[in-house]
C-alpha cells in the first residue's frame, strides 16, 4: 500500500513539473518573443502596424498566452494532488488562488483580439483606430498585471507545504518561491500605485525559485514522493 501511495506521489510531482516545464516555455515565447514584436510600448502607430503586417505572429501569441493559463491549472491540480495531505487547507488556498488568476489572465486575453478586431474594420479613421487600440492595450496591461498578483499570492500556501518537507533544500526553494511571490505583488503595486515611476521588473530577478522547483520536481520526483509521505505521517502523529 505504502509503495503505491509513493507511486502516486511520485507521479503527481513529476507531471507538476511537466505542467510547469510547459508553462514556462509557452509563457516564455509569448511574453518574450510574440508580444514584444508586435507591441510598442508608447507607440501604438507602430503596434497597429505591427498586428496588421504580422497578425498571424500575434495570434500565436495570444494562443500560447491560452495555452500557459491552461497548462497553469493542470499545474495547481498535480501540486494540490501531491500535497493536499500535508494540510488539506493550505492546499486548497494554493488551488483557488491559482484558478483566480488564470481564469483573470485568460479573459484578459480577449482585449488582444479586440485589437486585431478593431484593427480589420474600415469604419473607424486611423485616429479613432489608434485611439481604441491603446484603449484595449491599456485595459491588456492592466489586467495582466492583476492576475500577476494572483501568480504571486498562490506561491506563498505553495512554499508553506513545501517548507513542510523539512529538508533543507526544501526550505530553501520554500524561500526562494516566497522571494518570487513578493516580486510579482509588488510589481502589481508599483503599476497600480506609482504609474509614471520608472523601476525595473522585480520579478525578472525574484522568479529563479519557480525554475529551481520546477527542474526539482522533473528530477527528485521519487525523492520528492518519499518526503511527501514522510511529511504526512508527521503531520498525523502531530
Known sequence: MEAIKNN???????FAGLSYLALIITGLYALMYAMPQIKVEGDIAKTIININNNPFLFRIGIVSMLVMNIVSILLVI????LLSNINKTTALSMLIIMLFGACISTLNETNHFAMIIINNMDSFSVEESQNITNLFSAIQKHGSYISVIFWGLWLFPLSMLIFKLSTPFSKFIAIMLIIGGIGYVLDSIFLFLYPN???????????????????WLLVKSKSIGKLVEKAIKLQKKV
Open 197 to 215: 515611476m520608472k523601476v525595473p521588473t522585480l520579478s525578472d530577478y525574484t522568479s529563479y525559485g519557480e525554475i529551481l522547483f520546477m527542474i
Open 8 to 14: 502516486k506521489f511520485q507521479k503527481n510531482a513529476f
Open 78 to 81: 498535480y501540486l494540490y494532488r
